[in-house]
């Protein structure tokens, strides 16, 4: 796929999405360490016994990748299986301890 402009033809780069840790939403319950912001590049909702666990990076290249804003965005709310349900009886989205950031990016 190209894109014509009107002194040449470029090659399409496609653009990809990833989730970007901007800072802490709420309080953290349970075994936290280190830095919290940067991009996403793991995230198990079911560790800590639905706690949940993610790690960051500042290198837009060890994200987790998706191929579109929506996936990312449904990706950011996976619930826990292992305790789907807060104490409050409402879905458990680890990630929802954070203010998260869909971001765009061509690569």
């Not at 399409?12 to 953290?28: D, N, Q, S, T, Y």
């Not at 919290?36 to 987790?64: H, L, M, Q």
Request: aromatic share 10%; net charge negative.
């Amino acid at each position: 796929m190209t894109s014509t402009n009107e002194s040449h033809t470029t090659p399409a780069v496609a653009k990809h999405f990833v989730i970007r840790i901007v800072g802490l939403a709420g309080r953290i319950e349970g075994p936290a360490s280190g830095d919290i912001a940067g991009y996403v590049s793991r995230y198990d909702p079911d560790a800590f016994d639905g706690g949940g666990d993610v790690e960051t990076t500042y290198d837009i290249k060890r994200a987790i990748v998706f191929a579109s804003y929506q996936e990312a965005l449904e990706f950011s709310r996976r619930t826990s299986t292992v305790r789907p349900l807060r104490d409050d009886g409402l879905p458990n989205r680890p990630l929802a301890t954070f203010h998260l950031a869909v971001e765009s990016f061509r690569g």
